[in-house]
């Protein structure tokens, strides 16, 4: 197991997050345009096309250059974050639309925590300077890794 190896499992997860992100909300622009009105973000149709581009560039920069990528992810993820606190505090209760269109659930607390946990997997891209290929044990890491995080969010939306 090596750090390197860990990292850029990681850059990669978080590319793989980002690209499905960036999609969704590109496949669907009228229904990301809606969600985005209805989150409050200002100027939404400027949002709309600008978001997916800048999700589909960290992809890039993730897989290319992992700790930069890793980087721009965690000042992205923390605009993200600072802005969905700020509609939870609103009271806004719309879908997050972090996933465009595919999500529906209300915006809650979950969210955010998703947030840390993906700002999480960019911390441990930080350690990888250039893409490598992962070895059996950084895999395994990255999945157990992965099954808790998603355990974790499982059992907050129970809730």
């Given at each position: 197991m090596s750090?390197?190896?860990?990292?850029?499992?990681?850059?990669?997860?978080?590319?793989?997050?980002?690209a499905?992100?960036?999609?969704?909300?590109?496949?669907?622009l009228p229904?990301?345009l809606?969600?985005f009105?209805a989150?409050?973000?200002?100027?939404?149709?400027?949002?709309?096309?600008?978001?997916?581009?800048?999700?589909?560039?960290?992809?890039?920069?993730?897989?290319?250059?992992?700790a930069?990528?890793a980087?721009?992810?965690?000042?992205?993820?923390?605009?993200?974050?600072?802005?969905?606190?700020g509609?939870?505090?609103?009271?806004?209760?719309?879908?997050?639309?972090?996933?465009?269109?595919?999500v529906?659930?209300?915006l809650s607390?979950?969210?955010?925590?998703?947030n840390?946990?993906?700002?999480?997997?960019a911390g441990?891209?930080?350690?990888?300077?250039?893409?490598?290929?992962?070895?059996?044990?950084?895999?395994?890491?990255?999945?157990?890794?992965?099954?808790?995080?998603?355990?974790?969010?499982?059992?907050?939306?129970?809730?």
């Amino acid at each position: 197991m090596s750090a390197a190896g860990i990292g850029y499992s990681a850059a990669a997860v978080l590319a793989a997050l980002f690209a499905t992100a960036s999609i969704a909300k590109l496949r669907d622009l009228p229904a990301t345009l809606q969600q985005f009105t209805a989150l409050g973000l200002p100027r939404p149709g400027v949002f709309t096309r600008l978001v997916p581009l800048a999700e589909l560039a960290l992809v890039v920069l993730l897989l290319i250059v992992p700790a930069v990528g890793a980087i721009f992810a965690l000042v992205t993820l923390a605009f993200f974050t600072t802005f969905l606190v700020g509609r939870i505090r609103a009271g806004v209760t719309a879908p997050c639309a972090c996933f465009g269109a595919t999500v529906s659930t209300p915006l809650s607390r979950v969210d955010i925590v998703r947030n840390l946990l993906l700002a999480g997997l960019a911390g441990l891209a930080l350690m990888a300077s250039r893409p490598i290929a992962p070895g059996a044990a950084d895999l395994l890491a990255m999945a157990v890794l992965l099954l808790v995080g998603t355990g974790l969010l499982a059992l907050l939306r129970r809730r």
